[in-house]
């Protein structure tokens, strides 16, 4: 019923930047908590950043003041902006929304620091 598709992923050199981007459609009934998530290989999947209804973003120690999540409710859409990108921001990142006691999740999108 709600579908993700997360974009912005690439390969970059440390210390460069990436906007990742998240557009939700389909049965979208309100104004969602949306998150971003990371998985490294051999790793558990971590929250990155979150943000809630109102708009008020959390963040994980390891990326705060460098990345920054946003929405535009208008769109339907997250974003994560991410500075001074470090090789361990390597990961796959996944794009989260929270509606009706379920989870929905997005196929995905590659993120690669080189050193």
């Known amino acids: 019923q709600v579908q993700l598709v997360e974009s912005g992923g690439g390969l970059v050199q440390a210390g460069g930047t990436l906007r990742l981007s998240c557009a939700a459609s389909?049965?979208?009934?309100?104004?969602?908590?949306m998150g971003w998530y990371r998985q490294a290989p051999g790793k558990q999947r971590e929250l990155v950043a979150r943000?809630?209804?109102?708009?008020?973003?959390n963040y994980a120690d390891s990326v705060k003041g460098r990345f920054t999540i946003s929405r535009d409710n208008a769109k339907n859409t997250v974003y994560l902006q991410m500075n001074s990108l470090k090789p361990e921001d390597t990961a796959v990142y996944y794009c989260n929304l929270y509606q009706r006691r379920h989870d929905y999740w997005g196929q995905g999108t590659q993120v690669t620091v080189s050193s």
């Open positions: 943000i809630t209804s109102l708009g008020s973003p």
């Open positions: 389909g049965s979208i009934f309100s104004i969602n908590a």
